[in-house]
């Protein structure tokens, strides 16, 4: 007969191990969620292998409806996501810690900056950084002619608009909500089901808790997929550029691409938390500023500044205009195709940065946090489309490369080559770029797949991270529907992705707003009721005070005479 035993296996998690036997793998498993959650993305992925033109018409008209007929919703979003911000703010509630009160942040702040700005921002910030200008330039907002003065002028600052303060607004209320019921109230699971639970209550553990659940995996894979299907394209195109691959081996260099990812991502999954995350996020961001120096000075270092200075100004004047342009006269292409997109992408990001970046920000007040991931967050997206952009910007406006021409005869891989072909020693530039975006993507992929794991874990306590296996599994199923969407190609694909998903978590953002707000109101309740109860005993303890004080005051009035 065998006996149960119970250990500690290597990821942390609690299991029963039958002698003979391994360990139950899913015993710590959320069962109502990640089976109904793989079941429906198996059906999601399997057609993008079986019919690829056929979904892609179908992906087409899906991005059209939901960009085109309920595009103001997302632009709504935002908007609420700043009002939560300022309120946050201007509010007493800035001050609380998320944790106890002899808590201390678990991380220094470099290491908890690099954390969150690579978490948020994968390979996509580099590609799209020399490229997005590019097509604003020749397809500019407010009915702008394509290539003229002011065309170029909101070219350079539109990207940093769409990844600047409005992207990271969006994180703050998961951010709050999961760190506050982890540290604050100690609830283990690090599901955002669990952040609504002031608003859900009891529903929160039932059905519509795992309707949420399932929301943030679908959000979260179709952020990071999104982030795959633009990255491992672009970089296939460099690898074989540098080693002279010929054209007719693109596709198998695209799944070497993904599979070295998951061998970067493996690794830190290996290290852990501590040891892979951070360190990966602390020599990314190294990485991305050497390039980013390079750049700068070996390109027209004068003019990216002059254009970043206008940048500054044009994004402070026309801020409340691009955060509420729907050009309801016009065609609403600009947009539907950008603007929408990414505030759909950045919902899709919203729970995974919740609760990686409330994961990481225990000891910390709500205002630090708050300000903290939206200035250094911002800053980073800023800068790079400053140089990123200026730099395409100036060799198309100098007639030195015509980028746009590129773009739309051979695609976004031929662009980024012909950019960094203008660079000193362009090959070693090319190698250079793709380590950038390797390890710039993998920290992401590692970051996303700690997040599902978590997600679909019971009771993972605020201390604890989620098991291995469950990690690597969800890095395998992005490269799935990575590679799903790279047969069906092009750009379109890959943001509808994200629009998709994004549009039902505008409802849980909802949510987690009206949650955080009962969550602090109902602690100053809880403060007000203890004091209450504190008063009767402070006067039950005032006679020992008055039968001093008559000697204190006699000695008191008699000094005075």
């Not at 009160?101 to 290491?111: C, G, R, V, W």
């Not at 604050?184 to 955002?192: D, E, F, T, Y």
């Not at 400053?386 to 910007?393: D, E, Q, R």
């Not at 943001?495 to 978590?505: A, E, R």
Request: net charge neutral; aromatic share 12%.
């Amino acid at each position: 007969m065998l006996s149960n035993t119970k250990s500690k296996t290597d990821d942390g998690t609690v299991g029963i191990i039958k002698e003979g036997h391994d360990v139950k793998l899913f015993e710590k498993i959320e069962k109502k969620v990640f089976i109904p959650a793989v079941v429906i993305l198996a059906v999601i992925i399997i057609p993008l292998y079986l019919a690829p033109e056929i979904s892609n018409q179908i992906i087409s008209s899906v991005f059209e409806f939901c960009t085109g007929r309920l595009g103001f919703l997302y632009l709504l979003a935002c908007l609420v996501s700043f009002g939560f911000l300022i309120w946050l703010t201007v509010s007493k509630h800035g001050n609380v810690k998320l944790g106890s009160a002899e808590d201390k942040p678990q991380y220094s702040n470099l290491s908890w900056i690099a954390m969150l700005f690579t978490a948020g921002v994968g390979t996509s910030i580099v590609i799209l950084g020399f490229l997005e200008p590019i097509y604003y330039v020749s397809g500019p907002p407010f009915d702008l002619e394509p290539f003229g003065k002011q065309a170029y002028e909101y070219a350079h600052m539109y990207g940093q608009f769409h990844w600047g303060l409005s992207a990271w607004a969006f994180y703050n209320p998961a951010i709050i909500a999961t760190a506050y019921m982890m540290f604050v109230r100690k609830k283990p699971g690090m599901r955002l089901s669990i952040a609504c639970e002031p608003v859900l209550k009891k529903h929160a553990k039932g059905f519509l808790g795992n309707v949420i659940d399932m929301l943030v995996i679908f959000g979260i894979v179709g952020s990071i997929s999104t982030s795959l299907g633009i990255g491992a394209p672009v970089l296939s195109v460099i690898i074989r550029e540098v080693f002279g691959i010929p054209q007719n081996y693109d596709f198998v260099v695209r799944i070497i691409v993904l599979i070295i990812w998951v061998c970067i991502f493996g690794t830190s999954v290996y290290l852990g938390l501590d040891k892979g995350i951070q360190k990966l996020s602390n020599i990314n961001v190294v990485m991305a500023f050497i390039f980013m120096a390079i750049v700068l000075f070996v390109g027209p270092t004068t003019d990216i500044f002059k254009m970043e200075v206008n940048s500054l100004g044009l994004y402070a004047s026309d801020f409340v205009k691009m955060s509420t342009y729907t050009d309801p006269f016009g065609s609403g292409k600009f947009t539907q195709e950008w603007t929408v997109f990414y505030w759909g992408w950045w919902l899709a990001f919203m729970p995974m940065m919740g609760m990686f970046v409330g994961r990481i920000s225990r000891g910390r007040t709500i205002r630090n946090v708050v300000w903290g991931q939206l200035i250094w967050g911002s800053l980073g997206c800023c800068v790079s489309f400053m140089i990123f952009g200026g730099y395409s910007l100036f060799l198309q406006e100098t007639g030195r490369v015509d980028l746009a021409s590129i773009l739309q005869s051979e695609g976004q891989s031929a662009a980024i080559v012909a950019i960094l072909q203008t660079l000193p020693m362009p090959k070693l530039m090319m190698i250079f770029l793709c380590l950038v975006c390797f390890v710039y993507l993998a920290t992401t992929i590692d970051s996303c797949a700690y997040v599902l794991a978590g997600t679909t874990m019971k009771r993972l306590k605020g201390d604890e991270e989620p098991a291995r296996w469950n990690r690597i599994f969800w890095a395998i199923l992005f490269c799935l529907l990575s590679i799903g969407l790279m047969l069906i190609g092009g750009l379109e694909a890959v943001k509808t992705i994200s629009v998709l998903t994004g549009l039902p978590l505008i409802a849980v953002l909802i949510l987690l707003i009206i949650s955080v707000k009962k969550m602090l109101t109902g602690e100053d309740k809880r403060k007000k009721a203890e004091n209450a109860e504190n008063e009767p005993q402070e006067k039950a303890d005032s006679p020992e005070i008055e039968k001093i004080s008559p000697g204190v005051a006699c000695k008191t009035e008699k000094d005075s005479l």
